[in-house]
């Protein structure tokens, strides 16, 4: 039998590409099993400390019962497709939030009912504000004790204050005498008096005195961002369900709005409804607008409508080998379809690629088919030269969309083989990781030869040395982790730059003068040649991009200890040309003197990666985390309250100093303390 073809099966308008985000241990994973389970997509509900996760695949995921890759998978609710993907919580994977964040049209997240917003909340939220995601807030963990329905969206509102965010839910009890929800929308109480079916429910209707009073402030909050609902509510008129719900969509979709529903998924309340939300309340892709982008060699402004019968425009977000070794690229396609067997253009490399299957994936279980249109996310195998970020289109119809921004790699770790024999192999392993992570990057050591592996944190080589061990069946030593300095420069300078070389009937001549100057923290690095450089043969042809390769291949040295410079701007002021002896080569390596040189006449400075740290400790053991916090050659910027009577030491610190930091903190608060801590900047070490 021939495998589906998908273009149409389904109607934009049922479609749903949704994702999951949350804090570490707000209870996504949980949340987005209990969903598969009530849509019919699983049988099984898999609990993420049993190891059991259907999303949770990889065996790192299992063992730490944390999410470490983003895992897509698709079901029906209400005779719509939904399309997900659970992403990670931890600061560490924060590419795989972003990336999916990338390429979805709406989001859940997913707050803890006793913590309120995190740290990682905030930066999802903001990754989420980037891409101009639509979103929910589904508030989970009502059972726990202290959890505060009222607490959280007073959280909610201060930490995010240009949004309105509309309760549609109120939970039913707290804690151990949870109940279920109430629906604010439709009048209903809602029980759920099985704890192991989330699909059983008990509705009755009509609410309390005090119900009533949350439903009325839903009306007002909505009358303040609606017209049509501010008539009614001065008026003194009824407003109805459906015409809530209307109100609710459009604004969710304009992102006045952020509908807040509640549950606890561990006791499986909440669920169905929080589906019936996805499917009434967050965008299908005709709601969205057209996705844009650029004519790859005009520059010129395009845009691309949800047409499966229009060009091809789709973006690639992500690389995996999955569980096979076999590569696989994520695909979301805006415009047009891909078949299997189809050539595609990819328009940044400006190349052509064969697909030569297509899969729709439920974690890492695959179902081929033959064809997928706009508006569905695949995998496709047969692509060698596409990476994360890239964009695939129709060759009469070019467009590159915008590609995902780059994530500073802050940690780095020695890794080489038990075996010499091994080194080429891991290099290889190395390269592949780096493929389906660009967080991660690896590179040789010019001074000492060894092996680097960069990446985001401890947590993030560890497991990558392990997939190392596991996946490619290397065995490995690795060195401790250490920071990724970075280098700056503090003033311009310029210089030249002389490549001679005689003998063996050979004459190899190239000079070049060079400027650096130091651009604004994060603006990344620049080449440009100046228009009066003189010789036309310095301004067209091959000879700038290997001068800009020459720069490039100087600044990764560095100027100071070989770290890599960054925010600099290059300009190639002049050259010299002799015929018959310059070749374009010499004047590569004539830039790489050049630029070296200015740069160590520019004022070099080191640069610190700097992360934002938060502590959580009982008010008893307050002192201990401040001391600790200041031996770390931390910053106090706050001291803030919890609900619980803890406290919350708010503080910046260099990351260098944050090695085996848990440790510490446990044996000085007798381990009733916790951090969390994030990258925030690169500033000047020491200062």
Not at 289 to 295: D, K
Not at 540 to 562: F, H, V
Not at 594 to 610: F, S
């Given at each position: 039998?021939?495998?589906?073809?998908?273009?149409?099966?389904?109607?934009?308008g049922?479609?749903?590409?949704?994702?999951?985000?949350?804090?570490?241990?707000?209870?996504?994973?949980?949340?987005?099993?209990?969903?598969?389970?009530?849509?019919?997509?699983?049988?099984?509900?898999?609990?993420?400390?049993?190891?059991?996760?259907?999303?949770?695949w990889?065996?790192?995921?299992r063992?730490?019962?944390?999410?470490?890759?983003?895992?897509?998978?698709?079901?029906?609710?209400?005779?719509?497709?939904?399309?997900?993907?659970?992403?990670?919580?931890h600061?560490?994977?924060?590419?795989?939030?972003?990336?999916?964040?990338?390429?979805l049209?709406?989001?859940?997240?997913?707050?803890?009912?006793?913590?309120g917003?995190?740290?990682?909340?905030?930066?999802?939220w903001?990754?989420?504000?980037?891409?101009?995601?639509?979103?929910?807030?589904?508030?989970?963990?009502?059972?726990?004790a202290?959890?505060?329905?009222?607490?959280?969206?007073?959280?909610?509102?201060?930490?995010?204050?240009?949004?309105?965010?509309?309760?549609i839910?109120?939970?039913?009890?707290?804690?151990?005498?949870?109940?279920?929800?109430?629906?604010?929308?439709?009048?209903?109480?809602?029980r759920?008096?099985?704890?192991?079916?989330?699909?059983?429910?008990?509705?009755?209707?009509?609410?309390?005195?005090?119900?009533?009073e949350?439903?009325?402030?839903?009306?007002?909050?909505?009358?303040?961002?609606?017209?049509?609902?501010?008539?009614?509510?001065?008026?003194?008129?009824?407003?109805?369900?459906?015409?809530?719900?209307?109100v609710?969509?459009?604004?969710?979709?304009?992102g006045?709005?952020?509908?807040?529903?509640?549950?606890?998924?561990?006791?499986?309340i909440?669920?169905?409804?929080?589906?019936?939300?996805?499917?009434d309340?967050?965008?299908?892709?005709?709601?969205?607008p057209?996705?844009?982008?650029?004519?790859?060699?005009?520059?010129?402004?395009?845009?691309?409508?949800?047409?499966?019968?229009g060009?091809?425009?789709?973006?690639?977000?992500?690389?995996?080998?999955?569980?096979?070794g076999?590569?696989?690229?994520?695909?979301?396609?805006?415009?047009?379809?891909?078949?299997?067997?189809?050539?595609?253009?990819?328009?940044?490399?400006?190349?052509t690629?064969?697909?030569s299957?297509?899969?729709?994936?439920?974690?890492?279980?695959?179902?081929?088919?033959?064809?997928?249109g706009?508006?569905?996310?695949?995998?496709?195998?047969?692509?060698?030269?596409?990476?994360?970020?890239?964009?695939?289109?129709d060759?009469?119809?070019?467009?590159?969309?915008?590609a995902?921004?780059?994530?500073?790699?802050?940690?780095?770790?020695?890794?080489?083989?038990?075996?010499?024999?091994?080194?080429?192999?891991?290099?290889?392993?190395m390269?592949?990781?780096?493929?389906?992570?660009?967080?991660?990057?690896?590179?040789?050591?010019?001074?000492?030869?060894e092996?680097?592996?960069?990446?985001?944190?401890?947590?993030?080589?560890?497991?990558?040395?392990?997939?190392?061990?596991?996946?490619?069946?290397?065995?490995?030593?690795?060195?401790?982790?250490?920071?990724?300095?970075?280098?700056?420069?503090?003033?311009?300078?310029?210089?030249?730059g002389?490549?001679?070389?005689?003998?063996?009937?050979?004459e190899?001549?190239?000079?070049?003068?060079?400027?650096?100057?130091?651009?604004?923290?994060?603006?990344?690095?620049?080449?440009?040649?100046?228009?009066?450089?003189?010789?036309?043969?310095?301004?067209?042809?091959?000879?700038?991009?290997?001068?800009?390769?020459?720069?490039?291949?100087?600044?990764?040295?560095?100027?100071?200890?070989?770290?890599?410079?960054?925010?600099?701007?290059?300009?190639?002021?002049s050259?010299?040309?002799?015929?018959?002896?310059?070749?374009?080569?010499?004047?590569?390596?004539?830039?790489?003197?050049?630029?070296?040189?200015?740069?160590?006449?520019?004022?070099?400075?080191?640069?610190?990666?700097?992360?934002?740290?938060?502590?959580?400790?009982?008010?008893?053991?307050?002192?201990?985390?401040?001391s600790?916090v200041?031996?770390?050659?931390?910053?106090?910027?706050?001291?803030?309250?919890?609900?619980?009577?803890?406290?919350i030491?708010?503080?910046?610190?260099?990351?260098?100093?944050?090695?085996?930091?848990?440790?510490?903190?446990?044996?000085?608060?007798?381990?009733?303390?916790?951090?969390t801590?994030?990258?925030?900047?690169?500033?000047?070490?020491?200062?």
């Amino acid at each position: 039998m021939s495998a589906p073809d998908v273009t149409a099966t389904r109607k934009l308008g049922t479609i749903r590409n949704i994702g999951v985000v949350a804090h570490i241990d707000a209870g996504k994973t949980t949340v987005t099993e209990r969903l598969l389970f009530v849509s019919g997509r699983s049988f099984k509900m898999g609990e993420v400390h049993d190891g059991e996760a259907a999303m949770d695949w990889m065996p790192q995921e299992r063992e730490r019962g944390i999410t470490i890759t983003a895992a897509a998978t698709s079901f029906a609710w209400r005779g719509c497709d939904v399309h997900l993907i659970d992403t990670p919580g931890h600061v560490d994977f924060t590419i795989e939030v972003e990336r999916s964040l990338r390429v979805l049209d709406g989001a859940i997240v997913v707050l803890d009912g006793v913590a309120g917003v995190e740290p990682q909340s905030e930066t999802v939220w903001r990754q989420a504000d980037r891409w101009e995601v639509p979103r929910v807030v589904f508030v989970n963990k009502m059972d726990r004790a202290g959890a505060d329905f009222a607490r959280v969206l007073a959280d909610l509102r201060a930490h995010f204050p240009t949004r309105t965010f509309a309760p549609i839910q109120w939970p039913l009890g707290q804690a151990d005498e949870l109940e279920g929800v109430v629906d604010l929308i439709e009048g209903q109480v809602l029980r759920f008096p099985d704890p192991d079916d989330p699909r059983q429910i008990e509705g009755t209707s009509g609410l309390s005195a005090e119900l009533a009073e949350h439903r009325a402030e839903l009306v007002e909050a909505l009358a303040e961002v609606d017209d049509g609902l501010a008539d009614a509510w001065l008026n003194g008129r009824e407003v109805g369900a459906e015409e809530l719900r209307k109100v609710l969509r459009s604004t969710t979709l304009s992102g006045k709005v952020v509908p807040v529903l509640c549950g606890a998924a561990l006791r499986n309340i909440g669920l169905p409804q929080l589906l019936d939300a996805v499917v009434d309340l967050l965008p299908s892709p005709l709601d969205v607008p057209p996705v844009q982008g650029e004519h790859p060699r005009t520059g010129e402004h395009q845009t691309r409508q949800a047409d499966p019968d229009g060009p091809l425009c789709a973006l690639a977000f992500k690389v995996s080998s999955l569980d096979e070794g076999r590569r696989f690229v994520f695909l979301r396609i805006y415009s047009g379809s891909v078949a299997e067997g189809d050539e595609v253009w990819n328009a940044g490399r400006q190349c052509t690629e064969r697909v030569s299957r297509l899969v729709l994936l439920h974690a890492n279980q695959k179902t081929r088919v033959m064809r997928v249109g706009a508006g569905h996310i695949c995998a496709v195998m047969g692509l060698k030269k596409t990476v994360t970020g890239d964009t695939l289109a129709d060759t009469r119809h070019p467009i590159v969309l915008e590609a995902l921004q780059n994530h500073e790699s802050v940690v780095s770790q020695a890794i080489e083989p038990e075996a010499q024999k091994d080194r080429d192999d891991l290099i290889e392993a190395m390269n592949r990781l780096c493929d389906e992570d660009p967080t991660l990057r690896t590179r040789e050591d010019t001074q000492t030869g060894e092996l680097l592996l960069s990446g985001m944190g401890e947590l993030h080589l560890e497991v990558a040395v392990d997939r190392l061990r596991r996946e490619a069946g290397l065995q490995v030593r690795v060195g401790r982790p250490q920071v990724m300095l970075r280098e700056a420069l503090t003033k311009s300078a310029e210089a030249e730059g002389t490549f001679e070389r005689h003998g063996e009937g050979i004459e190899l001549y190239g000079h070049v003068r060079v400027r650096v100057e130091p651009l604004a923290r994060g603006e990344g690095n620049r080449f440009t040649v100046d228009p009066n450089v003189g010789d036309r043969r310095f301004l067209s042809g091959e000879i700038p991009a290997l001068c800009k390769q020459g720069a490039e291949d100087a600044l990764s040295s560095g100027a100071l200890e070989s770290y890599p410079l960054g925010d600099v701007h290059v300009t190639l002021l002049s050259a010299t040309w002799k015929d018959g002896h310059s070749k374009p080569l010499a004047y590569q390596v004539a830039t790489v003197r050049a630029v070296r040189d200015a740069c160590a006449a520019a004022g070099p400075v080191l640069l610190e990666p700097i992360v934002a740290l938060e502590v959580t400790a009982p008010v008893d053991f307050l002192g201990e985390a401040l001391s600790s916090v200041a031996t770390r050659h931390g910053e106090v910027r706050d001291v803030l309250d919890t609900v619980d009577g803890a406290r919350i030491v708010v503080a910046e610190a260099p990351l260098r100093q944050m090695f085996g930091y848990s440790n510490e903190l446990r044996s000085l608060t007798q381990g009733r303390a916790s951090f969390t801590m994030r990258f925030v900047r690169y500033d000047r070490a020491g200062s």
